[in-house]
């Protein structure tokens, strides 16, 4: 899995083609980018809704980052985003192929909100395979990139 974690002031989604689709909006919080690739199971997923529930990267009184989401009482939008998987090493446009099938992207995608919020996180989502309009206020900047193959997990 890779995942692009944006400490924000606030985020929102919405998706201007789907008239049923309620915008999402969070104050601060992470904005997560998440995409899955075929390899990728519960193992993967259990390891960064661990590591991002407990990431400190909000400052503490002596302007350190040292808290986490549940000390500042933050949210999470969490954003389905295969891109995250283009190869751009041959020609000009990317290949996906990297990508997870999308049965199976979206399993772990909505496993891995399910699994942050049992850290007592609020976890609000975009819509997966839609055309989504995402917004964020990026605070710090702090943007932070996950890559479980990287990571070896």
């Known amino acids: 899995m890779r995942i692009v974690l944006q400490k924000v002031s606030k985020a929102g989604v919405t998706i201007p083609d789907e008239p ?3 915008p999402q909006s969070i104050g601060t919080g992470y904005m997560l980018l998440v995409g899955v690739a075929d390899t990728d199971t519960d193992k993967q997923v259990d390891w960064l809704a661990h ?3 407990n990431l ?3 400052e503490d009184e002596q302007g350190k980052m040292n808290r986490s989401l549940a000390d500042v009482d933050g949210s999470i939008l969490s954003i389905s985003q295969f891109t995250l998987y283009g190869n ?3 020609g000009n446009r990317p290949s996906f192929v990297e990508a ?3 049965d199976h992207a ?3 995608w909505l496993a891995f909100n399910e699994r942050l919020r049992t850290y007592g996180i609020t976890v609000k989502e975009g819509r997966f395979g839609s055309n989504m309009k995402v917004s964020l206020v990026n605070d710090g900047p702090v943007t ?8 070896g997990v």
């Open 20 to 22: 049923d689709f309620v």
């Open 51 to 53: 590591k991002i529930a």
């Open 56 to 58: 400190r990267v909000f």
């Open 88 to 90: 751009v090493k041959r």
């Open 100 to 102: 997870g099938a999308p």
């Open 106 to 108: 979206k399993a772990l």
């Open 144 to 151: 932070i990139l996950f890559d479980t193959e990287t990571l």
